[in-house]
Every structure is written in structure tokens, then in C-alpha cells.
């Protein structure tokens, strides 16, 4: 016989030296295990597209979050190259499924307005290829304030840090000009920050550089986010007429 | 036992090669950055574009391909020709795991009793198994043990980040000391040093990752493993040597063996990487050896070499020993 036929041969009908001689059952033991690992992941709440972490905030032009997980491979490209040390591997955010998957933690780092990098480097473009123009609308989450804590709903203090920072050509943060009263009951106007949901990308800069530390007086979290149509508030008319 | 041989030129090579795809995965680590204006390093991805487990994975799970992953390909086709040359000449992490197994002390004795093949080697299959099934139902998390995710993740995480604050540290506080005798300053030298690293190696900030922790115990758990079982990650764990295994299980570079010469000496079976059993042909294990070379190069009778070759007859299926019963 051709000695080549027969190499290609041996790798259909393997020579007994050539074999791995895995066992049967062992095999079939192990893709048991990944078919149960599938089944265990499922019933994860996050699997039901109802129920959705606050804190599960992915870089922008990520896919859709089944998607995602089936092509992230934790490798860590995007945390290495984000300037802004935002990106950090996930513990429990995105389930079991979702260990060391990329998220946004604003407490340490918010996505920068022009930096389209993480789309960039993506090896399984898990994080598609966006360029900058695209990324700038994309919404990877919302910010809300936190009225106990914001230094002007809470204390009557001047503070329009998160307003000076927000990086939308049209602030995403405004005020509402009202009357408060300090501590010593004087009638003051203070500029009170508001979100607008519409303009809002949930870059978390806001967040970033709010004074209030600990936890920041407006924080962001996934609701809103572009890549997934399901968890939304419901602003727009249409949703109200659809539901 | 005869005296120990020189090291043969191809080992040589071999480290070599290693230290220089080992070089460039830290390159093209450190090139993973921000670059004016807004472009990551050109290429940062090419050792996960080599690597056809993720590849494969990717494919099943998401039933979508990324097109620089065909580089993988030549990763497949190489294997079939050497088998798990890959891991023994190209694997990044598998330099770091044949670095750290040959810091290993012990007697020779011991280095072939703990070197020697176990069923445990098939565990990285079982591994491989369940990843590549998982994916077919549209599961992938291959990426925690895939060799590159979990080396780069971990150098991202956890390792670069404590070596980049050590080295800050330990510089600023040299610069703030300032030992020396008389106007010969100890910072006239570690200045220039400190200059060179914040131009070429350290961040511009610190960069701080929550979850760290966990990611870099596991890896210095994969390094400190090494010290006691030659190259553990390789054999026991890593599902990209088990896929390379199972490509390469039939190679046409084979290693062969003069028996005539063979004294059995087994020293051949000290430094062998794998525990591929290269004392015995008849039971060498194209799966589990990473073509180092060793096993030749250590041979005093010079009885082992490897030869690519179509085996036209399968010489040894006929019991070695005929027994009457």
C-alpha cells in the first residue's frame, strides 16, 4: 500500500500504538460533564432574559450576551489594553458561565469617549470591531444619581463635577435649578443633576470622578445597554403603546 | 552509566526558538496599550490566532469564525507532520512550565520515578472532551484553561500589575535612600535603570484589577506545580496539548531507537518532559512528548534519534515474546 494512504489511513483506524485509548465510558463521562455544565448554566436567573445584574456592565461593542459568553475566552486582551483600567474580570456577575468574562467597574476606571482599543484587540471579536463614531453610541449602560448622596440633593452643596466631565456633545447630565435649604434654614438655588436617558452612554466617567467616594453619588449600571433589547426601562412611547 | 554527553545542537535550537516566541509573547503583551492615536499594538493577537483549540471552540459554540484564526490552521497541519512540536518549541507557557521544571532539583533516580507516564495524562483529554461537547451545546469556556487566555489573563490581572508596583517601589525607595559613599550615589546607576523600565516595561498608572487575587494564585499554583511533576500543566491540564495530542498522534517525525546500541542506561527517561517513554519505542507516546529532544541529547550510546518517516510495515504486532501455553 502507499505508505501515504496508510498514514491517513491510521488516523481513521489508528494502530494500536497510535491509540489514546481514552476508555469509552470515561469519554462519554466528559461530554456528559460539558452537556451538564450547559444544563447548570441555564438555569442560571440571568439565563431567563428577565432578570438582569445591575453590575454586568460589558465594553462597548459587545455582542448581545448569549453570544458573548459563546465567544469570550477570558483571555484578557481587553483589560491589558484599556487605558482607563475599567475593564476587570467578572467573579459572579454574569453567572458561573461568566467567570473572568470583561466588565466595567467605574469605581476604578470609566470607558473613554474616544477609545474604541478593547474593540480592537478582541481575538474572537466576542467585542465586534467598532470604530469610534459607532462606538460613541453605543450604550453599555445608564447612570443614575444617588439623591442621598449627591452633594447638591442631599446637602445643598454646589457640585457639578459629573456635568463638567460627561462627554456627550449634548450633556447627557443637566440641571434643575431649585430651592433648597442649607443647614441654616436659608433659602438657597442650587443646581440639582439630573440624567437624561436618552443622551446618557453609561460611560461611568461621572461615577469615575464623583467626590462622594465609597460609592459614588451617581453610579452606573446595564440597564439601557444597546446590545440587549430586553433590559430597558420603559421611556420611549413606543414601549408604552406596545405594553 | 556513562558520563553525561554535551547537550546536542537541537536542544540548543529548541531553547532558542522557546526564548524567542516566549520574547515575543511578552513583546506583544506589553504592545497590548494604548498607542497614539487610539490604536492598540499591531498583531497583539497572534498567539490566540495560532491556537486552533479556541478556534475550534469558538466555532462550535458560536457557529461564527474569525477569519485571522485560519492562522491556526498551519498550528494543525504542523502537528500532524511533528506532533506536539508546538508545545515543546512555540508554546509560550510551555517555556515558562520547561523553565521552571529544569529549576527542579532531585536525583536522577527520582526525576525518572516521578517523570514516568500515568493514566492521570489522560485527564487533559477528559478535559478536552467536556470543553468541546460543552461548546457543541453552545457552552464555551474553554478559555479558563486554554494555555493563552489563562497566561495572558493572568499576566494582565495580577502578575505584571505586582512586578510593575514592586519594581516602582523599589526604585522609588533606592531614589529616596540614595546609599552611597561620599558623592558615588547608588541612584547614578539605578536612575538610568528606572528611566529605561518607565520608557519600556511599567504603566503610566498603576493598574489595579478586582478578582486579581484568585487569578494569580492559580497561576503560581500552575508555575509551583512544575516542581513536582515535570512540565504539570502540560501533561495533566492543558486542553490545547490534548487537542495537539489527539492531531499529532500519529506523526511522521517519530522518534526511533537503535536497540543494538541501547545499553539501558534510561537515561534518556530523566529529562523527558512528557513521560513519553522514549526507552521503549514500542510504547513511545507521540501524544504525550513535546519533541525536546532531550531524551537524543542525554543518550551516551547516541542510540535515540528522531527520523521523519512513512512506516510502511508495522514491525512489532507480533508478540516480542511467543509464550506456550
Excluded at chain 1, 448622596?149 to 447630565?173: D, G
Excluded at chain 2, 500532524?80 to 536522577?108: D, E, M
Aim: proline content about 7%; hydrophobic content about 40%; some cysteine.
Amino acid at each position: 500500500m502507499n505508505p501515504l494512504y496508510k498514514w491517513i489511513g491510521d488516523f481513521v483506524h489508528p494502530p494500536k500504538e497510535a491509540r489514546l485509548d481514552l476508555g469509552r465510558r470515561a469519554v462519554l463521562a466528559a461530554g456528559l460533564a460539558g452537556v451538564g455544565a450547559k444544563l447548570l448554566f441555564g438555569i442560571d436567573p440571568q439565563a431567563s432574559k428577565r432578570s438582569f445584574n445591575p453590575a454586568l456592565i460589558r465594553p462597548p461593542g459587545a455582542l448581545p450576551e448569549e453570544e458573548f459568553l459563546a465567544r469570550c475566552i477570558r483571555c484578557g486582551e481587553c483589560m491589558k489594553v484599556c487605558p482607563t483600567n475599567a475593564i476587570h474580570p467578572a467573579s459572579l456577575e454574569g453567572g458561573v458561565e461568566g467567570i473572568w468574562t470583561p466588565i466595567l467597574n467605574m469605581s476604578v476606571g470609566y470607558c473613554d469617549y474616544e477609545c474604541n482599543l478593547c474593540s480592537q484587540v478582541c481575538p474572537t471579536h466576542a467585542i465586534r470591531q467598532i470604530d469610534v463614531p459607532e462606538k460613541k453610541k453605543i450604550k453599555i449602560g445608564l447612570a443614575y444619581i444617588d439623591k442621598n448622596r449627591c452633594l447638591p440633593w442631599a446637602y445643598s452643596k454646589t457640585c457639578i463635577v459629573c456635568e463638567e466631565h460627561c462627554p456627550t456633545p449634548k450633556k447627557a447630565i443637566w440641571f434643575e435649578e431649585a430651592e433648597a435649604l442649607n443647614i441654616q434654614g436659608e433659602k438657597l438655588t442650587i443646581k440639582q443633576p439630573r440624567v437624561d436617558p436618552d443622551l446618557c452612554i453609561g460611560c461611568g466617567i461621572c461615577e469615575t470622578k464623583c467626590p462622594v467616594k465609597g460609592q459614588a453619588a451617581v453610579r452606573v449600571t446595564s440597564v439601557g445597554e444597546t446590545r440587549n433589547p430586553e433590559n430597558q426601562i420603559l421611556l420611549s412611547p413606543d414601549s408604552f403603546a406596545e405594553g | 552509566m556513562a558520563k553525561k554527553k554535551k547537550t546536542s545542537w537541537i536542544v540548543w535550537l529548541r531553547r532558542l526558538t522557546q526564548t524567542g516566541f516566549f520574547l515575543l509573547f511578552c513583546y506583544l503583551f506589553l504592545q497590548t496599550v494604548y498607542h497614539p492615536i487610539n490604536k492598540a499594538g499591531r498583531g497583539v493577537t497572534f498567539f490566540f490566532n495560532l491556537d486552533p483549540l479556541v478556534a475550534l471552540n469558538c466555532w462550535l459554540a458560536s457557529h461564527a469564525f474569525v477569519g485571522a484564526m485560519l492562522l491556526s490552521l498551519v498550528t494543525l497541519a504542523v502537528t500532524f507532520i511533528c506532533g506536539r512540536w508546538f508545545c515543546g518549541w512555540v508554546c509560550p507557557f510551555g517555556t515558562l512550565h520547561n523553565f521552571f521544571t529544569s529549576l527542579r532539583g532531585g536525583r536522577a533516580k527520582q526525576k525518572i520515578e516521578t517523570g514516568a507516564y500515568t493514566q492521570w495524562q489522560k485527564a487533559k483529554y477528559y478535559l478536552l472532551v467536556g470543553f468541546l461537547v460543552a461548546a457543541l451545546v453552545g457552552v464555551n469556556v474553554v478559555g479558563w484553561l486554554d494555555p493563552f487566555s489563562f497566561f495572558f489573563r493572568s499576566l494582565t490581572t495580577s502578575i505584571y500589575p505586582a512586578i510593575n508596583k514592586g519594581l516602582v517601589a523599589l526604585f522609588t525607595w533606592i531614589y529616596n535612600a540614595n546609599p552611597g559613599v561620599g558623592p558615588v550615589r547608588l541612584t547614578a546607576v539605578t536612575e538610568p535603570i528606572y528611566g529605561f523600565l518607565r520608557k519600556y516595561f511599567l504603566t503610566a498608572e498603576q493598574p489595579y484589577y478586582w478578582g486579581s487575587m484568585l487569578v494569580g494564585v492559580l497561576f503560581i499554583t500552575a508555575v509551583v506545580l512544575n516542581f513536582f511533576r515535570a512540565r504539570f500543566w502540560c501533561r495533566y491540564v492543558c486542553p490545547l496539548g490534548a487537542l495537539l495530542g489527539v492531531v499529532g498522534k500519529n506523526p511522521l517525525v517519530r522518534l526511533k531507537k537503535n536497540e543494538e546500541k541501547c545499553d539501558s542506561c534510561r537515561l534518556c527517561l530523566v529529562n523527558c518532559q512528557g513521560g513519553a517513554t522514549p526507552e521503549n519505542p514500542l510504547e513511545w507516546k507521540p501524544s504525550e512528548c513535546f519533541y525536546c529532544w532531550n531524551c537524543q541529547s542525554d543518550c551516551p550510546a547516541q542510540a535515540i534519534s528522531f527520523t521523519c518517516e512513512l512506516r510502511l510495515e508495522k514491525k512489532h504486532d507480533e508478540p516480542v515474546v511467543q509464550v506456550d501455553r
